[in-house]
DNA sequence: ATAGGGTTAG
């Protein structure tokens, strides 16, 4: 930090020397208030870069800015996150003898706090005695401690506010929240709710959306639902703040439910709505709705929002409509390494690893810098389609050129990448001597490595380790245990299977998703509780008829493909994606669908599994690799 | 006339 305040200091100087020294002629010759009051028109349209300008115009211009030209040029600095001209303007303050008014003191402090300077933030308020009998103060510096997550910092600074005697009020405690969102600090969130309720300021409109957005950033989804029925206005934020919070705690559904919800509340929703609603569709592979979202975006004249192109890219990418997603992608002037990742990643997922190199090299070459989420994109590509040198070499590229440390998320890639072309001890060595510490996920890539290639010893080894990173996670065990049935081991399997006893784990049942005009459906093996349960068992007895006269090995179907059969009966009408999700990929799966596309050759549609897309087209799969 | 806060993508 003290660097930091070094280097700035040498800038302030520098930059000192450059600003015209104010006279009184100069200031009455101009006159300060036509631009105040234009910088405040601007500032008030956000147009922050337009507002700097308009300040060096009237410096030029000989006027001298005044105690009410600073909070506007303060604020355009801080927004902009330009923390030089930020001290520039420190700098004129002074000169002009403005810096003591408070409203310049606490634009300052904000404007360090903004630019992520809030131990400089921290000096300028101890500088002024005046900054501690102002709420205001204490609430910029108490919201720059918490957003750079200082969280001791933040609370100490609370707490002294409450000695003082300092008011406090709505603001003071929003300030206090992104701290509590921070995973362990759940405690302080409940005791800010518990303050909010002692100022008698939970039903302050702006106080309910942060409370809201803390609980679903710590995962309190019912909380979160609770106190969203209770907040007497709901506004935009407040839908944002629902909607985003559920989407990133996972939950797809709900975040299309509230969506319609919102819209039958007659809000309109806003870019921030969509980028949540867009990733809840590529998480269901619901491109319906995704696509009704993309009519909106074109309706509401927000196409040129970056955010909202990168959701769009990624939601086509993950719905397995890699034509839409390329258009999309081509047309953004400014790529940014999300947009690439997105798209790099659709290609990968549908095994077309090869673009998605390409693609990755092309962005290097176009001069974005890559970080870790787009080397795990490229890396899962790699691995996908089998390029085992490629993906090393990227590994090798990742540390030695761009500077990043491979995390667990890498190496799971390439323990897949070594794994699948039968470099099982390679893979092996490389847990051993990678830098992050293995998870799950890496053994697991070990693991899998070792059924297909029917290594039992470092499968168990693999085995031991994963189970001790995620005892849960069922599917290990079945992974295992289908080794052992491979190596005809049956006292393997038993082994398995009074191990899952003893630990009670139950396999979950099977479940699949359909997305059928704007809806999902959601299907669990063995249920009955679709309306249209009756129609689509008679069409899978039907299916499974024709499927015996042509399946000599009696491979059967089971409930938890009834999605599939659901999509089917509904294609003519515009089902296009089967979502199978927790299917086992087994020959049973594959086969299954292979004897349903002869069986319907004229049908069109998509079957997504765990990993991958498969397009089937006139009874013929895209996937090359698919059987 | 002027200050402090909450919601965005891979």
New binding site residues.
């Given amino acids: 930090m003290s660097a930091i305040r070094t280097k700035l200091h040498h800038q302030l100087q520098t930059v000192t020397a450059r600003i015209p020294v104010l006279n009184s002629t100069a200031a009455t010759r101009g006159g300060?208030?036509p631009w105040?009051?234009r910088l405040?028109e601007l500032?008030n349209k956000s147009l922050f870069s337009e507002a700097l300008s308009v300040y060096l115009q009237m410096l030029r211009s000989g006027a001298s800015p005044?105690?009410?030209?600073?909070?506007?040029a303060?604020?355009s600095s801080?927004v902009l996150s330009l923390p030089i001209t930020g001290e520039q303007l420190h700098c004129q303050a002074i000169r002009t003898g403005c810096l003591l008014?408070?409203?310049?003191?606490?634009?300052l402090?904000?404007?360090y706090?903004?630019c992520n300077f809030v131990d400089v933030a921290r000096q300028v308020f101890d500088e002024n005695p005046l900054s501690r009998k102002?709420?205001?103060?204490y609430?910029?510096l108490i919201?720059?401690y918490?957003?750079n997550l200082r969280t001791k910092d933040t609370v100490s600074l609370f707490c002294e506010m409450r000695e003082f005697g300092v008011e406090i009020?709505?603001?003071?405690l929003?300030?206090l929240?992104?701290v509590c969102?921070v995973a362990g600090n759940f405690g302080l969130g409940m005791c800010v709710h518990g303050c909010c309720l002692k100022f008698g300021l939970n039903l302050?409109?702006?106080?309910g959306?942060?409370l809201l957005?803390m609980y679903l950033?710590c995962g309190e989804i019912k909380t979160a639902r609770k106190l969203f029925d209770e907040l007497p206005g709901k506004?935009?934020?407040?839908w944002?703040?629902m909607i985003?919070?559920h989407?990133?705690n996972g939950l797809a559904n709900d975040v299309l439910e509230l969506y319609r919800e919102m819209e039958a509340s007659g809000i309109q929703p806003?870019?921030?709505?969509l980028?949540?609603v867009?990733?809840s569709c590529?998480n269901l592979g619901a491109q319906e709705v995704g696509k009704e979202v993309e009519r909106r975006i074109h309706a509401c004249g927000f196409l040129a929002?970056?955010?909202?192109?990168?959701?769009l890219i990624?939601m086509y990418s993950?719905c397995g409509n890699l034509v839409k997603s390329r258009q999309i992608f081509d047309r953004m002037p400014v790529k940014?390494?999300?947009?690439?990742?997105?798209i790099i990643?659709g290609y990968g997922m549908h095994g077309q690893g090869e673009v998605a190199v390409d693609l990755f090299d092309d962005m290097i070459r176009a001069g974005t810098i890559?970080?870790?989420?787009?080397f795990v994109?490229v890396l899962s590509a790699c691995s996908h389609a089998g390029l085992t040198d490629k993906g090393l070499h990227y590994l090798d590229t990742m540390e030695q050129k761009f500077h990043l440390s491979p995390g667990a998320e890498h190496y799971s890639c390439v323990v897949d990448l070594l794994g699948r072309a039968g470099r099982l001890d390679e893979a092996h060595g490389l847990i051993r001597t990678m830098k992050a510490k293995p998870d799950g996920a890496v053994w697991g890539a070990l693991l899998g490595a070792c059924k297909i290639h029917r290594n039992v010893e470092l499968a168990e080894l693999a085995f031991e380790r994963v189970v001790e990173l995620e005892p849960t996670n069922i599917g290990y065990y079945v992974l295992l245990s289908n080794i052992y049935t491979d190596a005809g081991d049956s006292e393997g399997i038993l082994r398995i299977r009074v191990m899952m006893r003893e630990r009670k784990l139950k396999k979950d049942p099977g479940c699949s998703y359909v997305e059928f005009k704007g809806r999902v459906h959601l299907f669990v093996s063995g249920d009955r509780s679709h309306p249209q349960s009756k129609q689509i068992y008679e069409f899978l007895d039907e299916l499974e008829c024709k499927l015996k006269e042509l399946d000599q090995n009696g491979m059967g179907v089971h409930s938890e493909k009834l999605a599939v059969a659901f999509g089917l009966l509904n294609t003519k009408e515009g089902a296009e994606i089967v979502v199978m999700k927790n299917l086992r990929i087994c020959g049973d799966c594959h086969l299954f669908m292979k004897l349903v596309s002869k069986i319907l050759p004229r049908r069109e549609f998509i079957v997504r599994d765990p990993t991958r897309f498969h397009h089937f087209r006139n009874g013929v799969c895209s996937c090359k690799d698919y059987w």
Avoid: H, Y
């Fill in positions: 300060v208030q105040n009051s405040r500032a005044n105690a009410f030209t600073f909070p506007f303060l604020k801080a008014e408070p409203f310049v003191q606490t634009s402090i904000s404007m706090c903004k102002l709420t205001v103060c609430n910029a919201a720059g918490a957003l009020n709505g603001v003071t929003l300030g929240v992104p969102g302050d409109f702006s106080v959306n942060s957005s950033r506004g935009l934020i407040t944002n703040a985003n919070g989407a990133q806003d870019p921030v709505t980028v949540g867009l990733s590529a929002n970056p955010f909202l192109n990168n959701a990624n993950r940014t390494v999300v947009s690439w990742t997105a990643g890559p970080d870790r989420a787009a994109s």
